[in-house]
């Protein structure tokens, strides 16, 4: 069974740091490009950033340039998002995703597998 499973979400204070991970398990052997989401109450599920599956390479929505980092070990089947500076409109459900064509990209539609979120809210 294809799961993914994401971890490291809480509460912070603004300008503080979490780390989330995605697990990923009973893949079959592929070439898959990550992503993360987020959905704030009420509002559309954005797409946070991504990483492919060839070369690495990552995009990010303008907002988190700059503050976030997204990661993959593929080894692992692990895909990581290093958030630092966190503000209070970064507060939202995280989710991770993943697409088989190995292409990075930050619209929710192309990704057919998805995990169950994790909470992040930033607040002092």
């Known amino acids: 069974q294809v799961q993914l499973v994401e971890s490291g979400g809480g509460l912070v204070q603004p300008g503080g740091s979490l780390r989330l991970s995605c697990a990923a398990s009973g893949f079959i052997k592929g070439y898959y490009a990550f992503g993360w989401f987020r959905q704030a109450p009420g509002k559309e599920r954005e797409g946070v950033s991504s990483?492919?599956?060839?070369?690495?390479?990552?995009w990010y929505t303008a907002s988190v340039k700059g503050r976030f980092t997204i990661s993959r070990d593929k080894a692992k089947n692990v895909v990581y998002l290093q958030m630092n500076n966190l503000q209070r409109e970064d507060t939202a459900v995280y989710y991770c995703a993943a697409q088989a064509d190995g292409i990075a990209s930050l619209r929710p539609d192309v990704y057919d597998l998805w995990g169950q979120g994790t909470q992040v809210s930033v607040s002092s």
């Open positions: 990483i492919s599956f060839s070369d690495n390479s990552t």
